[in-house]
């Protein structure tokens, strides 16, 4: 089969053994969850339960609260009571509201048919192929579904694109470049079945007849079991599988659609700009089971690893799960030897600064690094080398957009291309100054993001001011006569 990539990438050293071609191991339920309420790209929720509520795992306990279509809800991953309700430290350390839940004594989980139990509040399953494509989305969206590749995207919303924007395939990323994570790896390997159901769903929905199931050619071990697959009789028409270098970070959107279909996202554009939308395996299978199950997303697979981790798996934990509550079986700290705590992987990831931080639905690994591991050199001076540029996937000017933030000039670092950037990580892999450029351009796109709800805030206040001295006219010359 051919191997396609994109220009430029970085070849990492992928530390990937320790956990590769492991079963997925189901946690047992943990005593308490905290499950952030807000955990999509898009407008926030508010809890539906209060303090004292008792929950069934697979209940609704946030949800929209202003109309929108950015957002979804978020459901008990465990059953229990309502502990509290208070703002906790998420997994990108900000504080957000959290609901607290309890488990009562001997409550265990499952994720098969045989393992849910019955008094679990799922919905009743659905057949994608007979309801309406509004009744499917519908569907992906009560299941609280996003973009578990890490963006949090919410996925109902990724499935409707504007009619002028045609869309005619749909990509699988089951690339998993990250250094360390298999759980994609692990998720194609174990319910390939589910992956191919979750794209047909996708593509019934889209009305796209074409679909590539994307991977590295670090896991071309698994074409096999998916194309069985793809042979079976019931299996739907259209799909392939595309294998591609193993290169960093051939699993970003844009990097996988140029390997696997020559096209180019544009810049400040989408893949639906160029017709095509881009689904973490992990989503396609969560997608799957909220047809076939009725199962809302409370469930996460993630890797634990890194050379502080004694006990290297792919796990299976309650969304909301705390580091610190894992048994030891799942997760055993050498504490004499880390240095770190990253949520993700450890180009994209964020450190974290306990073990007091919930498994969230984009959590796709747990990565506990010794000193040797991490790169902790102060930050020097740029020295102008350009490698960041040279190395950049999205042909960026890493070194322009950071002087810029550092000079406070967010105008200069967005024409630099600052909201063009997908936080890879790679220039500052290259950097030799160890300057922390992603963490930079991250504060960078959050001020600006700070900046333009304050305009438009200030937008709508100033209509509504219009709007009542606009109104105030008529009711003066009503009273008039
Ligand atoms: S500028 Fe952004 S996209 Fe380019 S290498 Fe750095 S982090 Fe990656
Ligand atoms: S790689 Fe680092 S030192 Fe070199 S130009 Fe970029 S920011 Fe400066």
């Given at each position: 089969m051919a191997v396609s990539t994109f220009k430029r990438g970085l070849r990492l050293p992928?530390?990937?053994?320790?956990?590769?071609g492991k079963p997925v191991e189901l946690v047992p339920v943990p005593k308490q969850v905290v499950i952030p309420i807000n955990q999509h790209f898009g407008a926030p929720n508010k809890a539906l339960v209060n303090v004292g509520d008792h929950v069934v795992r697979?209940?609704?306990i946030a949800d929209a609260?202003?109309?929108?279509?950015?957002t979804v809800p978020v459901h008990a991953s465990?059953?229990?009571?309502?502990?509290k309700i208070e703002p906790r430290t998420q997994s990108n350390n900000t504080d957000g509201l959290c609901v607290v839940i309890e488990a009562p004594p001997r409550e265990t989980a499952g994720d098969s048919p045989e393992g849910e139990k019955p008094a679990d509040l799922f919905m009743p399953p659905l057949d994608p192929f007979a309801c309406t494509k509004e009744e499917a989305l519908a569907r992906i969206r009560e299941a609280g579904?996003?973009?578990?590749?890490?963006?949090?995207?919410?996925s109902h919303v990724k499935l409707?694109?504007?009619?002028?924007?045609?869309?005619?395939t749909i990509i699988a990323d089951g690339?998993?470049?990250?250094?360390?994570?298999?759980t994609d790896e692990a998720a194609m390997s174990e319910k390939p079945h589910l992956l191919v159901k979750g794209l047909a769903i996708v593509m019934k929905i889209t009305g796209v007849n074409r679909a590539i199931i994307g991977m590295e050619d670090?896991?071309?071990?698994l074409i096999p079991m998916i194309e069985r697959e793809l042979r079976l009789e019931n299996a739907p028409a259209g799909i392939s599988i595309g294998l591609c270098r193993t290169?960093?970070?051939?699993?970003g959107e844009k990097m996988l659609i140029t390997a696997l279909t020559g096209r180019e996202v544009p810049s400040?554009?989408?893949?639906m700009d160029v017709g095509c939308i881009v689904q973490n395996v992990g989503t396609l299978i969560a997608i799957a089971e909220a047809f076939t199950?009725?199962?809302?997303?409370i469930d996460r697979d993630l890797t634990v690893s890194g050379g502080a981790c004694r006990t290297p798996k792919n796990i299976r934990a309650p969304i909301g799960t705390l580091l610190k509550d894992l048994p030891p079986e799942f997760m055993d700290i050498d504490h004499d030897r880390l240095a770190k705590i990253l949520?993700?992987?450890?180009?994209?990831g964020t450190a974290v600064p306990s073990l007091e931080v919930p498994v969230q639905k984009n959590t796709s690994g747990i990565i506990l690094m010794t000193k040797e591991e991490t790169i902790v050199a102060a930050e020097g001076s740029c020295i102008r080398c350009c490698r960041c540029i040279r190395n950049c996937p999205c042909r960026l000017s890493p070194v322009i957009m950071n002087t810029s933030l550092e000079a406070d000039d967010l105008d200069y670092a967005v024409e630099a291309g600052l909201m063009d950037c997908?936080?890879?990580g790679s220039c500052a892999y290259v950097c030799p100054a160890r300057i922390r450029l992603v963490q930079r351009f991250r504060v960078g796109k959050q001020r600006l993001r700070i900046r333009q709800q304050a305009a438009r805030a200030a937008a709508e206040a100033a209509a509504v001011r219009q709007m009542g001295a606009g109104a105030a006219v008529p009711a003066g010359a009503a009273a008039k006569n």
């Open positions: 992928t530390r990937k053994h320790a956990t590769e697979g209940q609704k609260a202003a109309p929108g279509p950015m465990i059953t229990g009571i309502v502990k579904i996003l973009g578990m590749g890490g963006a949090g995207f919410p409707s694109p504007p009619p002028d924007k045609p869309i005619d690339a998993e470049c990250e250094p360390y994570l298999t670090n896991k071309e071990k290169l960093y970070p051939q699993g400040g554009g989408l893949p199950l009725g199962k809302p997303l949520f993700g992987g450890p180009m994209m997908i936080e890879c």
